[in-house]
């Protein structure tokens, strides 16, 4: 299936620690390593290795953090097509520390890049595409492009809500799926992506599928104001980087979305995906993972 992702790429620098340091300690690193990043980016490079033609829409900084970006998507045949190049700032980048005794990674994020906007998005032929996939940021741009892919009809369409952003949940009607994370929920006051999804799906179509992660406690996934889903079954027999697994979660819902599976395949594919990937360092070989192809 052809799929766009509209979001995000980033320089990634992720420092790996014994422990993750008390405020003022000075440790050493066990060892660092730069990457790509980046939700939308993270996302298409597991949904090509699961066979989908992928083509990832942002802006790139004129700099050499855009150069490695260009050249990790290209190793994993995401193509750049409606990347927007742009004069002036800095690629967007990210300080992980990751805590080796727990996989847990802390995150200090950059940006001095414009956002990707409606009139880039204008450019997009959406003719080409089965299925469209968005970041939640920069919301009054994002409402246009949302309304523009709902005019259309015909593709399917998931959006990301990783964190609260003033006037997000009026996007959520204009969706397919809807990923919502443990960060998001806590903020608004939910306890467990159960209450989350019981009170979010009275203001969507009974169609829409939502589903909300919450780390060692799984994952939960409802359409509309039908059945509650609940998945906890698969962990990672070693806890190495959870660096990422959001997204890989994304992407395995996308799939199982686009291959038609029932729904309590869906959440078990993307289950067990995130935690092939919570188990190990990056991405690669993520694809032929029981379950999910």
Partial sequence: ?????????????????????????????????????GNATNTLIVLSQLGHDCTWAGTVADDTGSHLISQDLNRFDVAMDHAVPLAGGHTPTSCVTLDLKTGSRTIVHFRDLAEYSFDNFTGVDLDRFDWIHFEGR???????MLLRVRARKGSGCSLEIEKPRAGIEQLFPMTSLLMFSRHYARVRGFEDGASLLSAVG???????????????RGAWL??????????????????????????????????????????????????????????????????????VC
């Fill in 202 to 216: 009275r203001d969507v179509e009974e169609t829409t599928v939502m589903t909300c992660t919450w780390g060692k």
């Fill in 138 to 144: 920069n919301i009054p741009e994002l409402e246009k």
């Fill in 1 to 37: 299936m052809r799929i766009l992702g509209v979001g995000t790429a980033t320089l990634d620098i992720i420092n790996s620690v014994a422990i993750y340091p008390s405020e003022d300690d000075e440790v050493r690193a066990l060892g660092q390593r730069i990457s790509r990043g």
């Fill in 222 to 291: 409802r359409e509309g104001q039908g059945q509650l889903i609940h998945n906890h079954s698969h962990r990672a027999d070693v806890v190495l980087d959870s660096l990422g697994a959001g997204d890989v979660f994304n992407a395995g819902l996308i799939h199982g979305m686009l291959e038609k599976h029932t729904k309590i395949d869906v959440l078990d594919g993307a289950c067990r995906l995130a935690a092939r990937k919570v188990g190990q360092s990056g991405f690669e070989g993520l694809a032929g993972t029981s379950g």
